[in-house]
Nanobody, 126 residues
Framework: QIQLVESGGGLVQAGGSLGLSCAAS????????MGWFRQAPGKEREFVAA????????KYADSVKGRFTISRDSAKNTVYLQMNTLKPEDTAIYYC???????????????????WGQGTQVTVSS
């Protein structure tokens, strides 16, 4: 099993920045890719970004492209999400996820991911 713990959420003004971390533990060798998803109140959970452990190939949702950056530190089994130029629309609970298999076609689908963290709240005020 893989355990995921997110941290770094908080309150920030529009236009500001915030960095999130996702620490993985357990059988981390079984994970090939990591993703970030978010869910706003009354909304469906949506894809934000993904990265592969080997090669560091990245994918981003159009809504965050150019503003958010996903990265990983393999030695620390940690994935990061740097969020810049934050907007009120970015307000949501952000979840970290791990996938045992990576499919280029399915990187944005939550069904591709097998393990999930508890989430961390990000609130952007206007």
């Amino acid at each position: 099993q893989i355990q995921l713990v997110e941290s770094g959420g908080g309150l920030v003004q529009a236009g500001g920045s915030l960095g999130l971390s996702c620490a993985a533990s357990g059988r981390t060798f079984s994970s090939v890719a990591m993703g970030w998803f978010r869910q706003a109140p009354g909304k469906e959970r949506e894809f934000v970004a993904a990265i592969t452990w080997i090669g560091g190939s990245t994918k981003y949702a159009d809504s965050v492209k150019g503003r958010f950056t996903i990265s990983r530190d393999s030695a620390k089994n940690t994935v990061y999400l740097q969020m810049n130029t934050l907007k009120p629309e970015d307000t949501a609970i952000y979840y970290c996820a791990a996938a045992r298999q990576y499919r280029h076609t399915y990187y944005y689908l939550q069904e591709m991911y097998d393990y999930w963290g508890q989430g961390t709240q990000v609130t952007v005020s206007s």
